[in-house]
């Protein structure tokens, strides 16, 4: 419909005749004098079964338009003469092949999204790539972008007009709260990522003003690699919520432990936790401690930064850190406990996540 109404718009500048195009009730859709939208031509009827695609009645000249083997729409303008005649056929042609182009973005969407779902057949991809003008071997990036359910359709509108070259980006709806944007990058990666990320972060969170995450895959060298790309992005996601909650950029590349951990069992997560910490130890921690470690952790064990950042006397952190050697046994400003004590918490993260999920996917929460 908005192919038809951009043409028709497109015609109001060139033409000095009324023009329009009626679906096969004979409602008026799109015309150059609005006035006309929404009113039914009872001519339909005459044109329709008519055998010619042209026809003449009413002081306006009708043409059949055929989507594929159907006649769908058509298109009218007032005046029988030649020149009229000719105005149409002109601009039905146009019409003919904006909506040929829209099915052929369609078609060509439905084919890359079902390479990233693995819905394709490895050998067919390269042969239908070439059908659809998809250039096969061209380094790709997945970018899948998480926003709120009520916001996806207008998100996939911004990010169409920010990234409108369909021949180097691909903007798919993957679901209601799910993009994908299948984006051509570089050799230099991190600035590619970088610029892209940061473009949609600003435009979505400023015109949609919705909450948006992003998980980036790694770099695909064909399109058939891409399905590799989105599994990627789809975990960084996943881990980026679990052990970076208050971050907005999630890359598979630097997700570093918290991939590692996600992917253990939980059974085997319990395990590690009960040698790490004695029963009840981490419990036993209360907030300003926990604050205190997390920053210790941020300042790479240096007791003096630490100190300084959380205002307090350097004598005060030791007592800190004292406190939790006594609790739970390991000593912090060991590399090798801190090491412990860091990779036992995130296992800690994790299983709590998981519980959570679970509970609420039994609908008890």
Request: proline content about 2%; charged content about 30%; overall charge negative.
């Amino acid at each position: 419909m908005e192919e038809i109404k951009k043409c028709i718009r497109e015609a109001a500048r060139i033409v000095d005749r009324t023009v329009g195009v009626m679906d096969t009730t004979g409602l008026v859709i799109a015309c150059t004098d609005a006035s006309w939208e929404g009113i039914e031509d009872s001519s339909v009827r005459g044109v329709l079964m008519s055998e010619d695609i042209v026809a003449s009645t009413s002081g306006k000249t009708y043409m059949k338009i055929s989507v594929g083997e159907q006649i769908q729409y058509i298109g009218f303008i007032s005046g029988t003469d030649a020149t009229s005649r000719t105005y149409l056929e002109l601009i039905s042609q146009w019409i003919r092949a904006a909506l040929r182009e829209r099915n052929t973005d369609a078609e060509r969407e439905t084919f890359i999204k079902n390479i990233l779902l693995e819905n394709e057949l490895p050998g067919d991809i390269p042969l239908k790539a070439r059908e659809f003008k998809v250039p096969y071997a061209s380094r790709r990036i997945v970018f899948l972008i998480r926003v709120l359910q009520s916001e996806g359709p207008g998100c996939v509108e911004i990010l169409q007009n920010l990234f409108p070259d369909r021949k180097s980006h691909y903007v798919l709806a993957m679901d209601e709260e799910t993009i994908v944007l299948l984006a051509e990058v570089g050799e230099d990666l991190d600035k590619d990522i970088d610029e892209i990320s940061k473009t949609i972060l600003d435009n979505l969170n400023t015109e949609s003003m919705s909450r948006v995450y992003i998980g980036i895959g790694m770099p695909a060298e064909t399109m058939k690699d891409t399905a590799k790309s989105y599994r990627e992005a789809t975990m960084a996601l996943r881990v980026g919520s679990i052990f970076e909650s208050d971050q907005y950029v999630m890359r598979y590349d630097k997700l570093g432990l918290g991939r590692l951990i996600y992917q253990l069992p939980p059974t085997l997560c319990n395990m590690f936790l009960d040698e790490v910490f004695p029963k009840g130890a981490y419990e036993s921690l209360d907030a300003e401690t926990l604050l205190t470690i997390a920053k210790f952790f941020e300042n790479n064990l240096n007791g003096s930064e630490t100190s300084r950042r959380l205002f307090v006397h350097r004598n005060t952190l030791v007592y800190r850190l004292d406190k939790v050697q006594k609790i739970t046994g390991l000593d912090l400003r060991s590399f090798d406990d801190a090491v412990l004590f860091k990779l036992a918490s995130m296992v800690r993260t994790y299983l709590e996540k998981q519980d959570k999920n679970g509970r609420l996917s039994a609908g008890k929460w």
